[in-house]
């Protein structure tokens, strides 16, 4: 059985999947996937460089995430042009990843709702929270409160998320609340199977 579980930046997705995890799941990290294409030596590397420039790269010659991440959360067009290099591949070997792995999928995924990868997946997770949490949330992680405010307003709206899942969890509590709404939806899936 593959669960997608989606969201914005701050919802609790990862918290989430590794919960998932802690119960025999086995994770498809698209985040990580999508990073691993950013190394030296990949063909997707050699396209972005091309296109954003050298000023993107540390000195070791590695991507800043915070640098390209700058670039392309403040114009719509190179946000855009960054997918078209990256996720044709990423998508692939999520795809691949999927059919490699035996029981219980779940794939973290941001951009799950986006990709159309509910329609993929046996049950559609979306992890919602309300703006201030999910803004303080990445805080947390090290973002600005700009930052994160800006790449909230260019995600996905979750009303439209919202349409699109199978099952929505509400995080806006503790991790112990989370972990005991995971444990009763994790029931309800292993049913489905």
């Known amino acids: ?5 989606g969201g914005n930046i701050g919802a609790g997705k990862t918290t989430l999947a590794k919960i998932f995890q802690s119960f025999g799941a086995k994770i498809i990290d698209a985040d990580k996937i999508g990073w691993s294409l950013l190394k030296q030596s990949s063909k997707e590397y050699h396209k972005i460089v091309k296109n954003f420039g050298r000023s993107i790269l540390t000195r070791n010659g590695n991507i800043s995430r915070h640098r390209l991440g ?8 190179k946000l855009k042009l960054l997918n078209q290099i990256v996720h044709p591949r990423l998508l692939a070997q ?3 990843g999927i059919q490699k792995k035996k029981g219980v999928v779940v794939l973290d995924a941001a951009l799950l709702f986006n990709w159309g990868l509910e329609k993929e997946v046996d049950a559609a ?8 949490l999910k ?6 992680s090290g973002m600005s409160k700009q930052t994160a405010e800006k790449r909230l307003a260019q995600q996905l709206p979750e009303k439209v998320m919202v349409e699109k899942a199978d099952f929505i969890v509400k995080n ?3 991790k112990q609340t989370l972990r005991k709404k995971a444990k009763a939806l994790w029931k309800v899936l292993n049913g489905l199977s």
């Open 1 to 5: 059985m593959v669960i997608g579980i």
């Open 70 to 77: 700058a670039i392309v959360f403040d114009n719509p067009q």
């Open 94 to 96: 999520i795809r691949n």
């Open 125 to 132: 997770i979306l992890v919602s929270a309300s703006k201030n």
């Open 135 to 140: 803004i303080e949330r990445s805080q947390k």
């Open 172 to 174: 806006n509590g503790t």
